[in-house]
Structures are given as structure tokens and as C-alpha cells.
């Protein structure tokens, strides 16, 4: 096999050229029909690439299945992999599928994704958190230290290390150690690779987990290497343990993928072995184009190589000016009909991928630049530095999971200590979690929700009228728990 072939994009391509007459699912039988909105924007050709997987025909040479073994092989392959898996829920589901079948602790750092904590939830085994530490003038999280991680494998003896790599804000832990840690510790090593699937393709970006030791990282190609939003891809070194990933699927994906889907992540994939140095080179070099002329316009500040390492990642700040990440976010929005990916308190953060352009680098550029010179003229006034540091990581008397299935009530934020917490409590962005399920409210996070509360900072968990999910009764463990 070749990197040069496609074989699920020929196999469905091959049926929809072949018309065959359709009693079978989906609905739409491979056409418009009466939808006619849908025919004008998405045409008759997405319809035709829409089968379900039911459809096996050897003689037409369309057996999906070996198609798309085929397809995971050669993916598997470029990413340098033993075994590979496309997914059609996103990282989150491959998360899922990874985590799943873990029985004992799970080091996580804190700064995880949503989709590391449900995987927990789905798992028998229990995640022991590696805390939070922010870089004091840019309060981007960083990544765990390879001291702090080493202290937790002895004490905790974990089953498995997840490891963001690298974070939403370019930050990238010292993976070669931590491979080399967890190696010697017999200690799997997961990677969160949501927003690295473009690493394989440079020298001037960090080394891909895989390299690094890690027996299975997740990727979502949809966002760094241009496949369909849903779309990402699993590899896996540890043919055990990716036995078990694959019956976890069997539990929880659908049995009706979107071949659609499939098809374009091999399609992506192939494209990517012929022309991904070129096409990821060039975006980086847009990104370090990017950065250079930002840092040169007068206020605006861009976070350095050290906390950042992927160039890619365009993570900037007007607070000089007085302006928080948030409000910069919409005002680009509003007057300049620019979207980016994120802002928080301090910082913007805009994605360069290989679906830019010189021209839609230099309108970001041109926009924060008139943007900064506009705010200067009105007079100068830096944002006000942050006041709390970020609360302590609270004690926990039942699982994450134990947490989460238990029946909750709404309470008062204010009347939360010492109540077991119901659901999550997250200022978004940079999203770590002050307090998950099962863990009990303290005063120390009580205080720092309602400071958040009170700058208006998004608070994912705060419900209407200030209220938190707290556990009825406690969890049957007593009122309140000290
Ligand atoms: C670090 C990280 N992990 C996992 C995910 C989930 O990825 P997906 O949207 O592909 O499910 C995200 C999504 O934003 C993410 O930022």
C-alpha cells in the first residue's frame, strides 16, 4: 500500500459513481429529493457520499470495511504508529475510547479538557490531578512539571499519564522526559494531542507525543490539519491495550458513522503524506510572520517562544491599553468581521493553520493595529493585574464519578462550603476547574467563584442567580463535610 492511495475515498467515491438504486438507509436515498435548501447549499454530491456503512460489495470493489482498515493502516503508518482508528466524535470520543478501560488511578493534570474528565467518569478507575500552575504575567496554564509528575507516579502509582500536548495556548510539557519517566515506571503515557496533529509535519514545531515514547495520543485533524469539524484520528503503540480501545468504541460509538467523514479524513490523510512539510511549513512561517508583525505594533504584546512553542498559535495582548482579551475578542468581531479561536482575561488567541492566507494574516494585523492605535488615542490606562491566586486543590470524599451520578440540587453559591460539589465550577477560559464531583467546597473557592463572579469572568457550572450543583444530603455522608 501506498501513502499515494486513498482506499476509503475510492471505495465511496466508486459507489457513488456507480448509481446504484438505494433500498437501503439513510433516508435521503443518497440525494436532495424534496429538501431543497439543502440541495442549493450542499449539492447533489454530498448526498451521494452519504450511504451508511451496511453496504458491503466485494464484486463492485466497495467493501468499506477493508477499505477503511486499509485507510487506518496507512494513517497509522504516517503517524508512526502500530495501530490507527478514524473518529467521528472528536477527540472527545477517542478520549473516551482510550480512557475507558483504565481500572486504576489516572495522573490528570487539572488543566484538562472536559473530554478527560467524562472519559474518567466512564472509566472504574479514579483520576489523581496534577495541579494547575500559571505563568504569573501572562496566566497561561503550564504544563506539569517533570519533578511534580515524577513525585506523583511514586506516590500514586498510576495506570496512565494524560498529557495535553500541547495546551490551547502552545505550551508543551518536557515529553521526552516524561515518556522516558513513565517508560521506566511501566506507567502508560496518553497525549492529549487535540491541537498537535500538525506537529509530524515540521521541524520548527514540537516533536509529536508518539516520538517522544507516548503508547497512545488523539488528535483532532479538524483542528490543525483541515479535515471535517468531528473528525479525528486515534494511534496507538500498545497493541493490548488498543484491543481494549477498540471494544470501548464498540460501547460507545455509532453504529452508523458518517462515511462521509471517514472518507475525508483519508482523503486528508493522503494529502497530507504527499504535501503536508509544504503545506504545514508554510503555515508556520505565516504564524512567525504573524507574531513578528504583531509584536512590532506599538501596546501589543505577543507570548514568547518560552511559553509558547508552536508558532502557529497567535496568543496576544492588548492590556497595555486597558483592553481584557475578552473585550478585544469582540471588538474584532463587531468592527472588523474577524473571528478568533478564544480570549481570557489578558489574552487573544488566533489559529494560523494551512488554510491560511498572506492575506488573512495581514487583516488580523491590520485590524489589531488600528484597533490599538484607536484605543491609545483615547488615553492610556493598563488593565488592572489579577488579585487572588487560584485556589488550592480541594479534598475529595467520593470519585469523579461517584460525584457525578449522584442525585443534586441547586444551592446558593455563597452556602456552598463544606457541600460536596454536583457538577464542575470552571472560569472559561483558561478552563481548569476549580472544583469537580465529588470534591468538597472550601472557602478559598467559594471566595475565588465569587471574585470571578463579581468581574464578570464566564464561570461554566455557575447556574442563573449564582447557584452551584451541590450533592442532596451530601451524598447521604453527613450536611456538610469539613
Ligand atoms: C485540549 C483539548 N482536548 C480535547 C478536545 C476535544 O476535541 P474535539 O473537539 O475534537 O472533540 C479539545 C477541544 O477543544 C481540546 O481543546
Known sequence: ????????????????????????????????????????????????????????????????EQALARAEQLAAELFGASRSLFLVNGTTGGLHFLLMPTKGPVLIPRFSHQAVYSAMVLSQGRAVYLPAAYDPTWLVPLPPAVGNVEKAVQEVHPEALVITHPTYYGTV?????????AKSSGVLLFADEAHGGHFLFSQELPKPALQCGADAVVQSTHKTLGSFTQTSMLHCNDISW???????????????????????????????????????????????LCQKSLSSLKYVEVLPDHLNADPTKIVFSLRQLGLTGLEVERILRVDYNIQVELSDYYNVLALISLGDTLESVERLVQAVGDLAARRAHLGRRPLPCYTMDFPELPPAVLSLREGFFQDKELIPLEQAVGRISGGFLTPYPPGVPLIVPGEVFTQEIVEYALWCAGIDWSMRGLMAGQNVLALKDNGGLCRTVR
Open 173 to 181: 510539557s518536557d515529553l521526552d522526559e516524561l515518556g522516558k519517566l
Open 1 to 64: 500500500m501506498s501513502q499515494r492511495e486513498a482506499p476509503f475515498w475510492d471505495a465511496l467515491t466508486a459507489y457513488a459513481r456507480v448509481g446504484v438504486v438505494p433500498f437501503h438507509t439513510p433516508g435521503h436515498k443518497l440525494k436532495p429529493g424534496a429538501f431543497a435548501r439543502l440541495k442549493a447549499v450542499l449539492g447533489e454530491g454530498f448526498f451521494s457520499l452519504d450511504p451508511s456503512d451496511e453496504i458491503e460489495d466485494l464484486e463492485l470493489n466497495h467493501d468499506f
Open 242 to 288: 488498543f484491543s481494549k480501545v477498540v471494544q470501548a468504541r464498540q460501547a460507545l460509538q455509532t453504529t452508523s458513522p458518517s462515511l462521509v467523514f471517514l472518507a475525508v479524513l483519508d482523503e486528508v490523510r493522503r494529502e497530507l503524506a504527499v504535501q503536508g512539510r509544504k503545506l504545514v511549513g508554510e503555515a508556520v512561517e505565516l504564524g512567525r
